[in-house]
Structures are given as C-alpha cells and as structure tokens.
C-alpha cells in the first residue's frame, strides 16, 4: 500500500514513475522535452532491444535510452505458425515494459526527425534527444497500399497475411474456408524482411488441404517475383524438389499489383514482359506485401539512395557518421532480413561500439550470416543458413538442405524461448560458437 500511495504521490507531482521489482528496473520518460543519453536507440524490435541489452551492460544504468511508441512487442517468426493455426496469435506478443532491459529508459514515442549533424533526434510528440552514439534499429515498413485494393481488401474474406499482427488471424480463417479452387501465395517486387515466409505458409496451406481431404480440388500456386524460388542454390534444388512432389505450380517473374476481393481476382504484372498483366481467380489469397525503408529514415542524412541506413557491411558503423550505427531491417547490409542475422549482427556491432568507445579501429566482422528455417509441412523444416556470398553457412553436421523433423521443432519450439530468454537479454549472438563446436573449428 505505502508503495502505491507513493507512486500516486509522483504522478502528482508530474514525476516520472520507476517500475520496481526483483527482476527489473526500467525508467519510463513521457513528458520532458529534451534529454541527452549516452547510447539512444531508436526502435523497440528485435534488434533495438537486443543492442539496448548489451549498451547496458557497457555503459550502466540509466545511460541509455530506446525509443519505441508501441505498447506491444511481438515474435514474428511465429506468425507463419500463426497462420496455419498451429500457434495462437497471442503466444507471439508480450508488453513492451515487460522486455525493456532493467536500467534503460524506455521513450514511449514515435521518431520523427533524424539531424546527426547535431547529433540530435526529435520526436513526433516534440521531444528532442540527444546522444554521444546512437543506434538505429527502425526495421521495414510494410505498404500494403501499393496494392491496389487493399489494405481495405482485408475486410473481405478469402484473404490474409501472415506480415501483419492485423492480419495474419485472416490467413488461418481463409484456409479453414477453402472448398475448391485456386490458393495463391505472392512475393513481391521490393526488398522485404523474412523472404522465405512468403512460401512457408503455402506448404502448411498445402498440408493442411491435404489432412483436410481436400488437396484434390486445390490448385496451390506461388506466383513470385523472383527468377528463382530461392536465393541459394542448394535450398533452392530442394524447395524445387519438394513442389514438385506436391504438385505446386511456381510462376517466376510475376508481381501483384491489384486485389478485386469482392470478385476474388488477383492481378499480377508480367515483370519479362513491361506492360502485360494477368488475372487469376482466387478461392484463397496470401498477400506478401511491397516493403520499404522507414520513411525517417529515407528522408535524413543517414540514408543511401535507396532509403536504408548507410552502414559499413563488416562492422555496422555508419559510412559518414561514425558515432552512428545501424542493425537489422532498416540498414543496407546485403543479406536477408531476418531475426537471425540481427542475432549475428548484435554480437559483431557490440564490439564495433567497444572499439569506438575507446578510439580504436573495429576489427570484427560481421560475415553476411542468416539463417530462414523453411517451414515444409507441420512437422518439418529445411533449415537454410547462408552467407554474404549466399553459401551455406550450416551449423549442424548434417545437411540441412533435407527436411528434417528436429528442425521444425527448432524452429517451433526452441527458438521463441531463445528468443525471449537470451535474445532480447544481450545473451544470444547467433549460433557461430556453437557452429565452430560442431565442425570441429572449420567453418
């Protein structure tokens, strides 16, 4: 009681209130104007909470910053499950205050203006924030209106997508609805984040109709607009190997640019052939939509010309501003966006920062390392893992170009508590020591 009458007492005096308890400690700032950090991150996802974590550790308590305006943090690998419904959608989501690390000070706000000039961030709610180095983990935006017809498209039925918190429960629902006809799978004509789940849930669609008995009135199509199913050969000749055995017709080079949902017509652009569409009937439709850079970061100074954080490929440090770094989906690396190389990511920038903090030259590198666990069925995965040069960069001593059993339960079971019990705590910097350990020390 004394405790909450003193708590009440702050919020009276217009303070800001510490959350106490045996497990945490973290400081929520919502009214001041302008506050100078140590290390600000902005961005409260994967990669924003992870560096948050290890900043901590370097720096201490109440010396670092992140800024995030959702209430809601979520595992998203998990939607593709999600999807499926072989995982409720609330398995995938816990409040932010409960994974912000102890010590850092969580800014419930939205970024709205980047000036590293003056090392400076404003805020869209009018805060300006100040910082000796700064992290940027913004992610990708989704656009799901450059589709024509949607996102409003989502209201129909016979539609979802396992990309977004708002609609991966349609997916599920459509699937549940099928009778007859086509199912179709998109991948679009943009950089995007998680490249394979765009095909994994068309496997689960797959084997779902399958258990269902109703495989024979299905015709599964993936329409990408990719010239290969895969960006690594050696998953790619299995993904081929797999569709193949199940019947499942993979168009190259075709782009969705229209959702008609209240006639079920998808219409795809020919990319070969500039000007040419086609339409096709839809009894289901999972849409993966356009992505694109976080429009602040577009629209500053840490941008490359396509709108990403311009950032060293080895170490993370930005080309320009050298107290500024950037990891995961908002930057230019040239690897899939995946939470698995923000993992990998998060273990290489922590020493880059070291390196800085003392004046000297970083010498880690970060190898390109990512990994997608090609979800085949309800109980089996590829596992891919590849590098900067797109070569497999496996962790077992095992092919993992094959399904395999062990690894759907990996990726169903063992990842999301490694997720929220190292990963967003600093502890998990991707699987290359245990790597080292299983190939004897060869790579």
């Known amino acids: 009681?004394?405790?909450?009458?003193?708590?009440?007492?702050?919020?009276?005096?217009?303070?800001?209130?510490?959350?106490?308890?045996?497990?945490?400690?973290?400081?929520?700032?919502?009214?001041?104007?302008?506050?100078?950090?140590?290390v600000l991150v902005l961005g409260g996802g994967t990669g924003g909470i992870t560096m948050s974590a290890r900043m901590r550790w370097k720096v201490g308590a109440g010396r670092v910053a992140v800024v995030e305006p959702s209430e809601k943090h979520y595992y998203q690998p998990m939607w593709t499950l999600v999807g499926a419904g072989a995982k409720?959608?609330?398995?995938?989501?816990?409040?932010?205050?409960?994974?912000i690390p102890s010590g850092v000070t969580w800014i419930k706000s939205r970024v709205q203006e980047l000036d590293p000039d003056k090392n400076l961030v404003r805020t869209e709610d009018g805060k300006e924030l100040t910082y000796r180095y700064l992290i940027?983990?913004?992610?990708?935006?989704?656009?799901?209106?450059?589709?024509?017809?949607?996102?409003?498209?989502f209201n129909f039925p016979r539609i979802g997508s396992n990309y977004s918190v708002t609609f991966v429960e349609k997916t599920w629902r459509a699937l549940q609805d099928f009778e007859e006809g086509n199912a179709i799978f998109t991948h679009p004509n943009t950089p995007i984040k998680c490249?394979?789940?765009?095909?994994?849930?068309?496997?689960?669609?797959?084997?779902?109709?399958r258990k269902m008995g109703k495989r024979s009135k299905a015709n599964i199509i993936f329409n990408t607009s990719l010239p290969v199913i895969f960006g690594v050969k050696k998953y790619a000749d299995s993904l081929l190997e797999i569709v193949k055995a199940r019947n499942i017709n993979v168009n190259y080079r075709m782009n969705l640019i229209e959702v008609r949902p209240d006639k079920q017509e998808a219409v795809f652009e020919l990319l070969d052939s500039p000007g040419e569409t086609k339409m096709i009937q839809y009894e289901m439709l999972h849409v993966t939509p356009p992505m694109g850079p976080s429009h602040v970061v577009q629209k500053s100074a840490l941008a490359d010309a396509g709108g990403w954080v311009d950032v060293d490929k080895e170490n993370l440090q930005h080309k320009k501003y050298?107290?500024?770094?950037?990891?995961?989906?908002?930057?230019?690396?040239?690897?899939?966006?995946?939470?698995?190389?923000?993992?990998?990511?998060?273990?290489?920038?922590?020493?880059?920062?070291?390196?800085?903090?003392?004046?000297?030259?970083?010498?880690?590198?970060?190898?390109?390392?990512t990994s997608c666990p090609l979800v085949t069925s309800y109980n089996k995965c590829v596992l891919a893992e590849f590098d900067y040069e797109s070569?497999?960069?496996?962790?077992?001593?095992?092919?993992?170009?094959?399904?395999?059993?062990?690894?759907?339960?990996?990726?169903?079971?063992?990842?999301?508590?490694?997720y929220w019990h190292a990963f967003l705590k600093g502890l998990w910097g991707g699987p290359a020591p245990l790597r080292k350990l299983m190939h004897l020390g060869t790579k």
């Open 1 to 38: 009681m004394a405790v909450v009458q003193r708590a009440a007492m702050l919020q009276k005096c217009g303070l800001p209130l510490v959350r106490m308890g045996l497990r945490q400690l973290h400081v929520s700032v919502s009214s001041a104007s302008r506050s100078h950090h140590e």
């Open 88 to 99: 409720p959608l609330n398995m995938s989501g816990r409040p932010t205050a409960s994974i």
């Open 136 to 153: 940027v983990a913004l992610g990708i935006e989704l656009h799901y209106e450059k589709i024509k017809g949607l996102p409003e498209g």
């Open 195 to 209: 490249a394979g789940a765009s095909q994994k849930i068309m496997y689960l669609s797959e084997h779902y109709l």
């Open 322 to 369: 050298p107290n500024v770094f950037g990891i995961g989906d908002c930057t230019n690396l040239p690897t899939s966006k995946t939470a698995a190389a923000v993992a990998a990511q998060s273990a290489i920038l922590s020493k880059t920062i070291s390196m800085v903090m003392k004046n000297q030259k970083p010498m880690s590198k970060y190898d390109g390392y």
């Open 391 to 418: 070569q497999p960069l496996e962790t077992f001593p095992f092919n993992q170009g094959k399904e395999r059993r062990s690894m759907f339960h990996m990726k169903a079971h063992v990842m999301p508590f490694l």
